[in-house]
């Protein structure tokens, strides 16, 4: 059973990201805040769930939270300020669009910075103890699953609705063949032998 609350009295979000190690496609952050000790024990780690349980969870999260919203960076930003930075920012701008500000924020991982006065602690694997964490874990993934998905239709040969932009063994030898988009992070290690071969 994760856990309701860091702290006792105070108003949590937790935060996560989803898309950190894809090879395409921006990553995106969720911040929640859930009623006090609230539960629901269909939410958890968005990989620990199907697919279609997590659009469910998500319709269960967007109903009962306080307080949620998600927030992306864009291909080209990732390839100017780095992933990890992305990541971050992306959390930030999570946390700064919730309608109401939290007292405290659970970010999951072991690193973030913020120019908010609202503290903050990292917690590894949050995203499996703290069930705002978990929920944010689920509205990022699903939220950016959709972003791939809506791709597919225009770059079907990547087979973004199978691998959502990760380096699965299909997308890496797809790159090498049909090259690269202007949706692949061209930072990254792709594998690609015509990596200035962009397909509009």
């Given at each position: 059973?994760?856990?309701?609350?860091?702290?006792?009295?105070?108003?949590?979000?937790?935060?996560?990201?989803?898309?950190?190690?894809?090879?395409?496609?921006?990553?995106?952050?969720?911040?929640?805040?859930?009623?006090?000790?609230?539960?629901?024990?269909?939410?958890?780690?968005?990989?620990?769930?199907?697919?279609?349980?997590?659009t469910k969870v998500k319709e269960i999260i967007e109903k009962d939270a306080i307080a949620f919203s998600v927030a992306k960076i864009d291909v080209e930003e990732i390839d100017t300020i780095n992933i990890l930075q992305a990541s971050v920012k992306a959390m930030n701008l999570a946390v700064n669009k919730l309608k109401i500000k939290p007292d405290f924020l659970l970010i999951d991982g072991n690193y973030f910075h913020t120019s908010s006065k609202i503290p903050f602690v990292c917690i590894k694997k949050g995203d499996a103890t703290y069930l705002s964490i978990a929920a944010a874990s689920v509205l990022a993934k699903v939220y950016r699953d959709d972003y791939m998905l809506a791709l597919q239709k225009k770059y079907p040969i990547y087979q973004w609705h199978k691998n959502k932009g990760y380096p699965t063994k299909q997308h890496r030898e797809s790159i090498i063949y049909h090259g690269v988009t202007k949706h692949h992070r061209k930072s990254f290690h792709l594998h690609s032998k015509q990596l200035n071969l962009y397909l509009e």
């Open positions: 059973m994760l856990k309701s609350y860091y702290r006792l009295n105070q108003l949590e979000a937790g935060c996560d990201e989803a898309g950190r190690g894809c090879l395409a496609g921006p990553v995106f952050a969720a911040a929640v805040i859930l009623p006090a000790n609230y539960s629901n024990e269909m939410i958890m780690d968005s990989k620990k769930i199907s697919e279609k349980q997590r």
